[in-house]
């Protein structure tokens, strides 16, 4: 039913990156480019689409239906090219950079409420949406501190600016700049916002260096970075309500844990752990190497739809228009990360 409801929305996704595929070639040659990255060709065309033509709401349900679904189905999926060894290691590595960029966001978030304390509520926003997960973690932790309407749409129209700007430049920068794939990857996990974003990021880098390890550790990175929602939620709920003692709040507290969990960083792990028990089985197998290809290619598609949509969900009129404060202080939270990634990586070693 979901799908039926939304699929004309969809259909217009799925011909948009159908163009953008045929598009392709041709604009390399013009363009004088031996590499031009379909990820992000996908993110300008759905861009470029939604902001030149006005779509009905039926289109912007199956767009963002793309969005959300379809970018959730291919993070779980690859899990399946990920193996526990990888997952432990980049897990170990990536935690303190990410406890610590939490920590300095937080501070800066801090000193900005009292610079701009008119701001305070988009201020706050903005710190746990550069420092966890983007929009994800607006949406969460607005439910929780009764955010104003304005104020939630300005946080995630900020997020989305600053996020899609890293897209763009980032994939460039870990290249010139780093050497090794860990650093890479652990950058582009704590570096950008939101998910999707990131995994944009990620396929951008892959598709111009033909590099998936740098794919593998920035997903693994970031699906640990949103597990922090987990602790994001009863910490607002603490502060929030610390002077009433009342059991329906902490039962409301364990239920906003269970939901804050996303579904799809679960099938990312059972789906790694299924990786893990075929290889023990069935290494060499024709029919086993036959399926991973298969998946590479369904988990490919699926990426190109989701960030075709995710292009057609920046609104460059709205973003605009929200006046330069905001702006500001979404960029100053972005810098913080920026500069902290980069120093940690350097104290910690891990670009060698």
Same mark, same amino acid.
């Given at each position: 039913?979901?799908?039926?409801?939304?699929?004309?929305?969809?259909?217009?996704?799925?011909?948009?990156?159908?163009?953008?595929?045929?598009?392709?070639?041709?604009?390399?040659?013009?363009?004088?480019?031996?590499?031009?990255?379909?990820?992000?060709?996908? &993110?300008?065309?759905?861009?470029?689409?939604?902001?030149?033509?006005?779509?009905?709401?039926?289109?912007?349900?199956?767009?963002?239906?793309?969005?959300?679904?379809?970018?959730?189905?291919?993070?779980?999926?690859?899990?399946?090219?990920?193996?526990?060894?990888?997952?432990?290691?980049?897990?170990?590595?990536?935690?303190?950079?990410?406890?610590?960029?939490?920590?300095?966001?937080?501070?800066?978030?801090?000193?900005?409420?009292?610079?701009?304390?008119?701001?305070?509520?988009? /201020?706050?926003?903005?710190?746990?949406?550069?420092?966890?997960?983007?929009?994800?973690?607006?949406?969460?932790?607005?439910?929780?501190?009764?955010?104003?309407?304005?104020?939630?749409?300005?946080?995630?129209?900020?997020?989305?600016?600053?996020?899609? &700007?890293?897209?763009? +430049?980032?994939?460039?920068?870990?290249?010139?700049?780093?050497? $090794?794939?860990?650093?890479?990857?652990?950058?582009?996990?704590?570096?950008? #916002?939101?998910?999707?974003?990131?995994?944009?990021?990620?396929?951008? #880098?892959?598709?111009?260096?033909?590099?998936?390890?740098?794919?593998?550790?920035?997903?693994?990175?970031?699906?640990?970075?949103?597990?922090?929602?987990?602790?994001?939620?009863?910490?607002?709920?603490?502060?929030?309500?610390?002077?009433?003692?009342?059991?329906?709040?902490?039962?409301?507290?364990?239920?906003?844990?269970?939901? /804050? +969990?996303?579904?799809?960083?679960?099938?990312?792990?059972?789906?790694?752990?299924?990786?893990?028990?075929?290889?023990?089985?069935?290494?060499?197998?024709?029919?086993?190497?036959?399926?991973?290809?298969?998946?590479?290619?369904?988990?490919?598609?699926?990426?190109?739809?989701?960030?075709?949509?995710?292009?057609?969900?920046?609104?460059?009129?709205?973003?605009?228009?929200?006046?330069?404060?905001?702006? +500001?202080?979404?960029?100053?939270?972005?810098?913080? $990360?920026?500069?902290?990634?980069?120093?940690? +990586?350097?104290?910690?070693?891990?670009?060698?």
């Amino acid at each position: 039913i979901m799908i039926s409801r939304n699929l004309t929305g969809m259909t217009v996704i799925g011909l948009i990156y159908i163009f953008t595929i045929f598009l392709r070639q041709p604009l390399s040659y013009i363009l004088n480019l031996s590499v031009l990255p379909l990820s992000l060709l996908c &993110l300008i065309s759905g861009m470029l689409f939604f902001n030149l033509f006005q779509f009905s709401e039926k289109i912007l349900m199956g767009r963002d239906f793309i969005k959300k679904n379809i970018l959730q189905l291919a993070i779980a999926l690859l899990g399946i090219k990920i193996s526990f060894s990888q997952l432990a290691n980049v897990s170990i590595q990536s935690i303190g950079i990410i406890i610590i960029t939490i920590m300095l966001i937080f501070l800066t978030y801090l000193a900005l409420s009292k610079l701009w304390p008119i701001q305070k509520e988009v /201020s706050k926003l903005l710190a746990i949406g550069t420092s966890i997960c983007g929009v994800t973690a607006i949406m969460a932790s607005s439910s929780v501190l009764k955010s104003k309407d304005y104020d939630v749409s300005t946080a995630v129209l900020i997020i989305v600016l600053w996020g899609s &700007l890293a897209v763009l +430049i980032y994939p460039f920068f870990i290249e010139w700049y780093f050497l $090794s794939d860990l650093a890479k990857g652990i950058f582009l996990g704590v570096g950008i #916002h939101d998910t999707s974003q990131v995994l944009a990021a990620a396929m951008v #880098h892959s598709d111009l260096y033909q590099n998936n390890k740098v794919l593998e550790i920035a997903t693994i990175t970031k699906l640990l970075r949103n597990l922090f929602l987990a602790l994001l939620v009863p910490s607002l709920f603490f502060f929030k309500n610390r002077a009433e003692k009342n059991t329906s709040k902490s039962l409301s507290i364990l239920g906003n844990i269970k939901n /804050s +969990i996303p579904l799809f960083i679960i099938g990312f792990i059972v789906l790694i752990i299924i990786r893990a028990i075929a290889d023990n089985y069935y290494l060499n197998s024709v029919a086993w190497i036959n399926i991973l290809e298969i998946l590479e290619n369904v988990i490919t598609i699926l990426f190109g739809l989701a960030l075709t949509a995710l292009g057609a969900s920046i609104n460059l009129k709205k973003i605009l228009s929200q006046g330069y404060v905001p702006i +500001i202080v979404g960029m100053v939270y972005s810098l913080v $990360s920026f500069f902290t990634i980069c120093v940690l +990586i350097f104290i910690l070693g891990l670009d060698t």
